[in-house]
Every structure is written in structure tokens, then in C-alpha cells.
């Protein structure tokens, strides 16, 4: 028979930045009831403040919260992500993009793919992969609408996420939490308290006095992981010999037209930079590795290629690429930044956050914390973070940039062997290796691989028999279709004019 449970009073959150927020609202929604939720910021430390690019998810956390779409983008100054734009990566003017979906519908025999790499065979002017991706056409035509209904069809078969003003988005989750029963302290923790048998924090203590209980703590306090690494010493997998860059400047400018649906990432001597556009700015950033530039030079890098006046002055931001070696340790589960960071080429912290609160509420504890919940928590957050290391890495690892010692040394270094493996058999058969069906899919894969110059010495042998003219009157029909639906929709700004205008 199972023991009478021992539920949770009171969770405490520590850290009201985007992880804070982000893991309050949903344990607002689905604890409120049933235990009290207390968060504690300080505003004189205060929060990183960027992340302004997310993944297709963020629409499932904000529909999950019930969240009015509209209102959503009206009040974060949100746009459209329709996937990111590369530009240099692979070379000097090289150009290709990654969007948010696949490139048409299935055909037979297999992925749309593996019958485009068949007919690279026999057909000369067959083209590039990236035509069959309605993403990257309306990216190209600064078009945007929703997909029509479900059908994957050729001209639905596109995602998309938001770029929004990361302080905007923690503020809309405060008011959406506190709206719910989320008790919000202001003040530093200075100390911590624990039980002398266990080992659980008991208490966090505030620099004037004042005392919180609980018996769950959320550790969103950011790079320094308060209690997780300060209280637990948790260790922290350092993977910056794969991922040089460890610092970022970031700078807002005055917006430009046309608003366009799509991040830009352009390679840069000793990194890259974003392009990031929002309702009322534009976002920028400069991410390098300051072993291979000065911080003057990578801001004057970011500073040039700026389309609008600087609003501000360069922020500048340290961190070291990696992952914490445990984010759950007794009654203590760390979120976001404390949990471990990966540059964002990908944007993929805030999906991150999701993916963390999605898990720890579907291993929420009782007051004991089983430790059998903690590694399994553990274990799923490092194959994800592993995961998303591999496919960023992979944007390195590719390049044919030789102008830099920056990139001569991301050209040579050593990477893991799951991702030796995953550009072996891709280069070998045509085949991507999907390790985590939540993680970036095959089109997200073929976007970077192709676009980095990498072609596959073969394909599905099953196709080898095929007659190619009904695949190549496949791919015709999916090029007409996606010209002319995308032809017919509204340009993005307009869309976003009558998305927030609409009662
Ligand atoms: P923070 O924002 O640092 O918040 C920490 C909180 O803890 C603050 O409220 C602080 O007051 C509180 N705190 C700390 N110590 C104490 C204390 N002693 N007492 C009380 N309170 C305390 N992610 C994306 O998904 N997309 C992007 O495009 C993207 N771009 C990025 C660019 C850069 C350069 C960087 C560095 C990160 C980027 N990220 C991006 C990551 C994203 O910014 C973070 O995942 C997100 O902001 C979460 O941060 P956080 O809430 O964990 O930490």
C-alpha cells in the first residue's frame, strides 16, 4: 500500500528574472491550491534582462497558461520568429536559414529530404533544399500569418516563436502570478538555513531581518546559482573548450523597416552577433570569446553593424558556457541561468525554463524529495542540455572560415562523439540522428548541415529504383504552392497592427 503522502505547504522561489517569473506562473496555475508560493528578487541586484529570441514552445507555455495571444504581443512589444537568418558562418558571404518547420509534406518512401537528395542525382538544376520551406519564403518576403489548421500541408508546414522584450515578458508573468496567489518579497538573501540532520534548506534569511520558510526552494538566482552551487556546491561541467565564447555585449537600437520575421545571426572574427527586431526596437548583441579579441574592438564591432542609433551604451555580460553537474540536490531544484548556461545561438535558454518547470511539476515532490525524483529530474535535464550543446557546437565545428584564429581553433577543436556521429552519418548517409524527439527536429538539422556546406555521399537506397518524375512534380507543386500562398499574406508589421488591434 502506498504511504499516506506529507504534501508540500510552501514553495519558495528564489530570483524573479525570466526563470523566476517563468517557473511561478505555471506553479501558480497548477499549485495555487494547494500550497502557498512565495518569490523573493532583489531589485538591487537585479536580472540579465536579455532573451529577447525564443523557440516555437514558448506558444505551448503561454497557451497552456491560457494566455490571450494578442494581449501577450501588444504588452511584450513581441514580433514574429519565423527561424534565424546565418550569415558568414560558413564563409565569408555565405548565407543560408534556419526556419521553424519542414520542407513540404512527407513523400513516399520517406522524408521530403532523402527524395530531394535522389533527385540532386539525376536532375542539374535542382534546387536548394531550403525553396520547400514556406518559413524561409515568407522570412524572404517579410510575410507573416499563423499556419492554417493542422494538415501538414505543403504550404502549412511551418512553426514559428516570438522575439519579445524579455523585461516585459517577466512583468506580464509577475501580474499573471501575483494575479493567481504568488506572494512577491523584495530583499537579499544573505543567509541560508538548514535542518542539522538532512541537509534541506529550511529558511532563507533577508538582509534586514526577515525570515522565509518553505519546504521546496527554487534556485532562479541566476549565474551564481545561490543555493544550488553556494549552499550544495553542486559543480558546474565547464564545456568552453567546445564553446569558446564567454562574454556578450548587448546594445538596443532605434527599429528599422522593414520588420523583419526572423532573427539574424552574423558570424563576426571572434564570434557573432545578433539582430534581434521588436515592436518599438531593435535588440543587438555581440556574443566573443575574449581570448581572441579585446572588449573595445568586439564593441566596436557590435556598435558598426547596428541599422539604428544606439539607444544605450554597450551592457556587457561574462559567463562561462556549461552545465550545472546536478540542478536537483535534497528539496532544492535550480531553473534558468543557475542551472547552467548555452550561448544563444539557438535560443534556447527560455525553452529551456520551460522544458525545467514542465518537468519539475511532473515530479513534484512531497516534503521527503525522493532522491529517485531528483535523478530523474537530473538525468533529463542533462541528456536536454547535452542535446542542445551538440547542435550549437555543430554551427562551429562546420565552418570553412580560416580568416580568424577565433575560427582556425573551432575548425580544430575536439567535440563529443555524439556529435562525431551525428556529422559522420549525415555525411556518410543522408541521415540525422534524433536523440530527443522535444529537441531540434531533422529540418533543423538539414538547415544547418546543408547550409554549412555538408553533403551527404548518399541517400535511402529505397529510392534508388524510384521513377524521378513524380518527385520532381512533387517538389514543383510544393514551390507553387508555397509561392503563392505566401504571395497572398499580410506583411508581418501589418499583421502585427491587426493582431493587437483586434477587440
Ligand atoms: P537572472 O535574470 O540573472 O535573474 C536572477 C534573479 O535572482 C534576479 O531577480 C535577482 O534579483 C535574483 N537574485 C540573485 N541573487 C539574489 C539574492 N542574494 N537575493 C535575492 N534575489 C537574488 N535566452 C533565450 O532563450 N533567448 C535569447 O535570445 C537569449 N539571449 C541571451 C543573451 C545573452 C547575452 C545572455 C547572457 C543570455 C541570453 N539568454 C537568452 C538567456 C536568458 O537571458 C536567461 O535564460 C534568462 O534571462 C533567465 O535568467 P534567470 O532568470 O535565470 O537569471
Redesign the pocket.
Known amino acids: 500500500m502506498a504511504e499516506s503522502s506529507n504534501p508540500i505547504r510552501k514553495v519558495v522561489i528564489?530570483?524573479?528574472?525570466?526563470?523566476?517569473w517563468?517557473t511561478a506562473a505555471p506553479l501558480a496555475l497548477g499549485l495555487a491550491r494547494a500550497c502557498d508560493i512565495t518569490l523573493?528578487?532583489?531589485?538591487?541586484?537585479?536580472?540579465?534582462?536579455?532573451?529577447?529570441?525564443?523557440?516555437p514552445t514558448l506558444r505551448h507555455y503561454n497557451m497552456a497558461l491560457g494566455i490571450d495571444d494578442a494581449d501577450f504581443v501588444k504588452k511584450t512589444q513581441a514580433t514574429f520568429k519565423l527561424g534565424i537568418e546565418f550569415k558568414d558562418w560558413g564563409h565569408t558571404g555565405n548565407r543560408f536559414f534556419h526556419g521553424f518547420g519542414d520542407y513540404g509534406p512527407e513523400v513516399e518512401n520517406g522524408a521530403p529530404h532523402m527524395a530531394w537528395l535522389r533527385l540532386l542525382r539525376d536532375v542539374k538544376d535542382m534546387p536548394p533544399l531550403a525553396t520547400f520551406s514556406t518559413a524561409a519564403a515568407m522570412a524572404g518576403a517579410n510575410k507573416f500569418t499563423p499556419p492554417f489548421g493542422d494538415a501538414p500541408g505543403a504550404c502549412n508546414a511551418y512553426s514559428y516563436a516570438y522575439h519579445f522584450d524579455?523585461s516585459l515578458y517577466?512583468a506580464y508573468l509577475r501580474d499573471y502570478a501575483m494575479r493567481r496567489g504568488v506572494t512577491r518579497i523584495e530583499?537579499?538573501?544573505?543567509d541560508v538555513e538548514q535542518h542539522s540532520e538532512t541537509g534541506f534548506i529550511t529558511a532563507v534569511k533577508?538582509d534586514d531581518g526577515r525570515r522565509i520558510e518553505g519546504d521546496l526552494f527554487v534556485d532562479?538566482?541566476?549565474?551564481?546559482g545561490?543555493l544550488i552551487e553556494g549552499v550544495y556546491q553542486a559543480g558546474y561541467d565547464d564545456w568552453s573548450a567546445m564553446l569558446p565564447c564567454n562574454s556578450?555585449l548587448?546594445v538596443p537600437c532605434e527599429k528599422t523597416t522593414p520588420l523583419t520575421p526572423y532573427?539574424t545571426s552574423t558570424a563576426k572574427s571572434a564570434g557573432w552577433t545578433?539582430r534581434?527586431p521588436l515592436q518599438h526596437r531593435t535588440g543587438n548583441?555581440h556574443?566573443y570569446c575574449n581570448s581572441f579579441t579585446s572588449d573595445q574592438d568586439a564593441a566596436r564591432v557590435l556598435l558598426d553593424g547596428l541599422d539604428g542609433r544606439a539607444l544605450d551604451d554597450p551592457r556587457q555580460?561574462r559567463?562561462t558556457t556549461g552545465r550545472r553537474r546536478k540542478s536537483w540536490i535534497k528539496n532544492c531544484v535550480a531553473?534558468?541561468?543557475?542551472s547552467g548556461?548555452l550561448?544563444?545561438l539557438e535560443?534556447?535558454?527560455?525553452?529551456?525554463?520551460e522544458n525545467s518547470v514542465s518537468w519539475l511539476l511532473e515530479h513534484f515532490p512531497d516534503r521527503d524529495c525522493s532522491p529517485h525524483l531528483a535523478d530523474e529530474y537530473n538525468r533529463l535535464l542533462s541528456e536536454r542540455f547535452e542535446y542542445v550543446r551538440d547542435f550549437i557546437i555543430l554551427h562551429y565545428k562546420l565552418t570553412n572560415r580560416t580568416d580568424s584564429e577565433f575560427w582556425r581553433y573551432c575548425a580544430d577543436m575536439a567535440i563529443p562523439d555524439t556529435l562525431k556521429h551525428q556529422i559522420e552519418l549525415f555525411r556518410e548517409t543522408g541521415r540525422v540522428a534524433i536523440y530527443d524527439e522535444k529537441g531540434f527536429s531533422v529540418s533543423s538539422h538539414l538547415a544547418i548541415l546543408l547550409g554549412l556546406g555538408v553533403m551527404p555521399k548518399r541517400y535511402n537506397p529505397l529510392l534508388d529504383k524510384m521513377d524521378p518524375r513524380p518527385l520532381l512534380a512533387h517538389f514543383a507543386r510544393v514551390r507553387d504552392v508555397i509561392q503563392n500562398t505566401v504571395a497572398a499574406m499580410p506583411d508581418h508589421a501589418d499583421y502585427i497592427a491587426g493582431h493587437v488591434a483586434a477587440p
Open positions: 528564489v530570483g524573479g528574472g525570466t526563470a523566476g517563468m523573493v528578487e532583489s531589485p538591487e541586484i537585479g536580472t540579465v534582462g536579455v532573451g529577447e529570441a525564443t523557440l524579455a517577466a530583499g537579499r538573501i544573505v533577508l532562479c538566482s541566476g549565474f551564481r545561490l556578450a548587448a532573427t545578433w534581434i548583441g556574443v555580460l559567463f531553473i534558468g541561468l543557475s548556461f550561448e544563444p535560443s534556447t535558454s527560455i525553452n529551456i525554463i
